[in-house]
T-cell receptor, first 114, second 115 residues
Framework: AQTVTQSQPEMSVQEAETVTLSCTYD???????LFWYKQPPSRQMILVIR??????QNATENRFSVNFQKAAKSFSLKISDSQLGDAAMYFC???????????FGPGTRLSVLP | ETGVTQTPRHLVMGMTNKKSLKCEQH?????MYWYKQSAKKPLELMFV???????ENNSVPSRFSPECPNSSHLFLHLHTLQPEDSALYLC??????????????FGPGTRLTVT
């Protein structure tokens, strides 16, 4: 069974600085999808960024980028120029290519300090 | 309204009560999901519906009973719950259930407290 691990339960970053959230996963599949979701204190989970495993290029969405290391099964999220609105729980998620079997990590709570 | 909505946002119920959670998606999606989010635990997928047919049921106790009358609405009927069922219940939808669909869109959740 696939598992997703986020080893940092909590992180903090100074406003305007850069922070990296870690995620590792375990799978025997060669093709799959990885996601970072953000859950602000209001609780609505929203998609931040996604990566297809067959793509070597790291995904980027404005201030958010990933470092996808397929061999190491690592999928970290980098947030540049952190803003107060980035404070939230961040969940790493894995999906196999055959269905909607999403597996979520336990989450990392990010605080942004003014 | 846009996106995925859930009602009520907060619910307190006794162990002998019967209540229902409602989810509605306004995205034209064909698949809907119920998740349970407990403190300090990963999200647990409970049920998946595709085109109103249940396709996944992850060993959820029978005191939780889902219903999907159409592709836009999803209910979770609750009966004889236990205090450990207190959690945030999230509804999500996606375009389809299958390899052609990528992300899920989540509702704001219902905070359930069982007393």
């Amino acid at each position: 069974a696939q598992t997703v691990t986020q080893s940092q339960p909590e992180m903090s970053v100074q406003e305007a600085e850069t922070v990296t959230l870690s995620c590792t996963y375990d799978t025997s599949e060669s093709d799959y999808y990885l996601f970072w979701y953000k859950q602000p204190p209001s609780r609505q989970m929203i998609l931040v960024i996604r990566q297809e495993a067959y793509k070597q290029q790291n995904a980027t969405e404005n201030r958010f980028s990933v470092n996808f290391q397929k061999a190491a099964k690592s999928f970290s999220l980098k947030i540049s120029d952190s803003q107060l609105g980035d404070a939230a729980m961040y969940f790493c998620a894995y999906r196999n290519p055959y269905g909607q079997n999403f597996v979520f990590g336990p989450g990392t709570r990010l605080s942004v300090l003014p | 309204e846009t996106g995925v909505t859930q009602t009520p946002r907060h619910l307190v119920m006794g162990m002998t009560n019967k209540k229902s959670l409602k989810c509605e998606q306004h995205l034209g999606h064909n698949a809907m999901y119920w998740y349970k989010q407990s403190a300090k635990k990963p999200l647990e997928l409970m049920f998946v519906y595709s085109l109103e047919e249940r396709v996944e049921n992850n060993s959820v106790p029978s005191r939780f009973s889902p219903e999907c009358p159409n592709s836009s609405h999803l209910f979770l009927h609750l009966h004889t719950l236990q205090p450990e069922d207190s959690a945030l219940y999230l509804c999500a939808s996606s375009q389809d259930w299958g390899p052609s669909s990528y992300e899920q869109y989540f509702g704001p959740g219902t905070r359930l407290t069982v007393t």
